[in-house]
């Protein structure tokens, strides 16, 4: 990824992302799907897809979870922020999560 994630700054929670911001990025979602990524019932990295969804619609979930990261980025980049979806470690598991970064340097895991 070109993009630096954090250098050098704390990763603050989800609960600490500015209500606008929270707003902004839900509304960039388009189908359930989507939704539930973002309320984190489904994982970013695609990996709790099985049968049917991962074999033959693998790849459309994946386009699914690129377009919404580009639409977010879009979004957010208006407000002087960015996106990505980096592979982080959290709670000592290596996971694909979405990152925002604010316009101040602020870095979220969503």
């Not at 690129?66 to 592979?87: C, M, N, Q, S, Y």
Request: hydrophobic share 40%.
């Amino acid at each position: 990824m070109s993009e630096k994630m954090c250098p050098q700054t704390p990763v603050l929670p989800y609960g600490m992302i500015p209500e606008t911001i929270k707003d902004l990025v839900f509304k960039q979602s388009k189908g359930d799907y989507q939704e539930i990524l973002l309320i984190g019932r489904v994982r970013w990295s695609g990996s709790d897809l099985k049968g049917a969804a991962r074999n033959r619609w693998g790849a459309s979930y994946a386009e699914s979870r690129d377009a919404l990261t580009e639409r977010i980025r879009d979004a957010l980049k208006k407000r002087g922020w960015t996106a990505h979806v980096p592979l982080v470690l959290v709670d000592g598991h290596w996971t694909r999560r979405l990152v925002l970064v604010g316009p101040r340097g602020g870095c979220f895991l969503w």
